[in-house]
């Protein structure tokens, strides 16, 4: 039985340029391929904790950058394939290229139905030997992984940064691979002509170079094939979606709506969030009302065998379902990151602005003069600002509130402020090096005050 499978690339242009319209597709599509996360090794948990309902396989180009020194300039590269949990068996890891510009992963579907999917990110097209060497390296990893594994079907998807036009000098070589191995491009597949996957908005250029390749047998599955235009993007790159009907298993529930997927969501309560006042009155009124067994603190066990351990447990259970009751009353229950620890009414207003003046722009007719492209433009990079200060903001309070605490040598409120996730950011090589320099540290002060005691004594006597 075919089922309807939807795929999506995505240049990100950074975590968090591109999250907003990543959490978007997240719940419409089921195989998503990102580039340009721009995430080291220590900080690929934000990609591969990024959605509870997917399964993430992520590399990050900068290793050897990191690990030759410094890091300078601003970040850059990165790979990553996400993938509905409940569409698959699993998923394996097929080999990444020496320059971590292609990943490749093997999708088991429900039903044994195994497909390649090969996410690249290529170079940036010049007439140069460099680039033609470092293009002949991604495709001569992407022929290996063609000829060297058994499959049902094959995509080759990403920022590929050339149009599929003979005038540029990488389309040429890759169209040899694909004349080869029978792959074709799904661009042919839009109803409307793609107009642009990039666009910079300041000198005005745009082209297509977000594609999606996939073997021939597969390819006259292919149902539907555009462009997601959407006011929530930040990047410089618009996603590109298929859908694809695949023979899968007839048990399969595909999408974000399926009741495996709602029920596997983690969610916790947000107190931040939630009515305090509330809480306090529902679970005073409701623990005032209960019934103390006063006995058990007058009665005595026989022996060593506790003979009131059911009336303790039935104690205890009322208690947690009154507090559980008076949770659920007054503190919202949400997946977890549903909320950002610096998001703020004001934010939810730019957004919103954000998506209207895109929707506005888009209903008439794109245009990119005029005073409806300004108008959206400015709602977009004021939303896009706004979110970096207040992340910035958030960490720098967090920073100087926990500095406070420190100096008034408050270790409760130290540690209860402190974020798990601030800690993972810092490299574990660096938290070594920390630690070893305190230790150090405290050797040497106390080696240096005992030998002034010992010779303070031997002066007094």
């Given amino acids: ?150 499959y049902d079907a094959m995509m080759i998807v990403g920022d590929f940064n050339f149009d599929c036009v003979d005038s540029y000098p990488g389309y040429s070589v890759f169209k040899s691979l694909c004349d080869e191995y029978k792959v074709m491009c799904c661009d042919s597949r839009a109803k409307s002509g793609i107009k642009y996957t990039y666009f910079h908005e300041s000198l005005n250029r745009y082209s297509v170079i977000d594609h999606m390749f996939i073997d021939e047998d597969a390819f006259a599955n292919v149902i539907e094939y555009d462009t997601i235009d959407s006011g929530l993007n930040l990047s410089d790159h618009v996603p590109i979606s298929c859908t694809l009907a695949l023979p899968l298993c007839a048990d399969l529930r595909v999408g974000s709506h399926s009741r495996v997927n ?54 205890y259970k009322e208690i947690v379902d009154i507090l559980d009751y008076a949770a659920k009353c007054s503190v919202p229950l949400v997946q977890c990151d549903t909320f950002k620890p610096y998001w703020n009414a004001e934010l939810q207003q730019l957004k919103e602005d954000s998506v209207q003046a895109h929707l506005a722009w888009t209903a008439m007719g794109k245009p990119r003069q005029g005073w409806i492209n300004q108008f959206r433009l400015r709602c977009k990079y004021r939303y896009k600002a706004a979110i970096k200060n207040a992340a910035l903001a958030f960490e720098w309070d967090l920073d100087d509130e926990l500095g406070q605490f420190y100096i008034q040598k408050d270790m409760n409120k130290f540690w209860k402020n402190g974020r798990v996730d601030s800690l993972k950011e810092i490299p574990f090589q660096v938290r070594l090096v920390v630690i070893l320099t305190h230790m150090r540290l405290q050797i040497y002060l106390k080696n240096h005050f005992l030998s002034a005691a010992l010779t303070h004594i031997r002066i007094a006597n």
């Fill in 262 to 315: 709602q029920q596997n969501r983690v969610k916790v309560l947000r107190w931040d969030r939630g009515d305090l006042s509330m809480y306090y009155s529902i679970t005073g009124q409701m623990l005032q009302g209960m019934y103390v067994p006063y006995d058990l603190l007058t009665t005595k066990c026989d022996g060593h065998i506790c003979s009131h351990l059911t009336d303790i447990n039935c104690f």
């Fill in 1 to 150: 039985m075919a089922k309807f499978i939807k795929f999506a690339s995505y240049n990100l242009h950074g975590i968090q340029q591109g999250k907003s319209q990543l959490l978007e597709l997240c719940q419409s599509h089921d195989v998503i391929a990102i580039q340009e996360h721009w995430l080291p090794d220590y900080n690929l948990n934000k990609i591969v904790d990024f959605h509870s309902d997917f399964l993430v396989v992520a590399k990050s180009a900068m290793s050897e950058k990191i690990r030759s020194g410094f890091l300078r300039g601003r970040p850059f590269g990165g790979v990553a394939v996400l993938v509905r949990k409940a569409i698959i068996r699993n998923i394996r890891v097929v080999g990444v290229d020496t320059n971590n510009r292609c990943l490749a992963v093997m999708i088991t579907f429900h039903g044994d139905y195994k497909m390649l999917l090969i996410d690249v990110y290529l170079p940036c097209s010049e007439p140069s030997n460099e680039y033609r060497s470092a293009l002949l390296d991604s495709l001569g990893f992407i022929e290996n992984c063609i000829v060297c594994n058994d």
